[in-house]
């Protein structure tokens, strides 16, 4: 027992020397000023991200979406359409919900007026 305490006790005092050297050597830190400024400053990037976001994404999205809900409203008889399948045809008649497309002859299908994604705007010949 009288050995280990002979080796732990220099130890000891040679690591709390150590440790009072490195705290006299360091700089006290100011535990509020950690923190930052906080108030407005602080939601700054917040709000910066939000407007990104609202800019780049949901406006453009927002506006493609009211551009093809008016589109599927302006449809009628005889124009050229094409499902999200990608299936071609023309419309020969609008019920609600529910569009007829003549995709061949003598071949009709139901789809409704959400699967419809283009109008297909005819070239005409010269």
């Known amino acids: ?40 400053m602080g939601l ?6 939000v407007a990104i976001f609202y800019f780049l ?21 005889g124009d050229s359409v094409v499902t999200g399948g990608g299936i071609h045809g023309v419309i020969t008649n609008l019920k609600g919900d529910v569009v007829t497309v003549r995709i061949a002859d003598s071949v009709k299908i139901d789809v409704d007026k959400s699967a419809l994604t283009v109008i297909v705007k005819e070239v005409s010949a010269q």
């Open 1 to 40: 027992m009288r050995i280990r305490n002979f080796v732990a006790i220099p130890i000891v005092l040679a690591a709390s020397a150590l440790a009072q050297d490195a705290a006299e050597a360091a700089p006290a830190v100011d535990p509020a000023g950690c923190l930052g400024t906080g108030g407005i």
């Open 44 to 49: 700054l990037p917040i709000v910066a991200m």
């Open 57 to 77: 994404i949901i406006r453009p999205q927002q506006k493609q979406s009211k551009k093809l809900k008016e589109m599927r409203d302006a449809m009628q008889k």
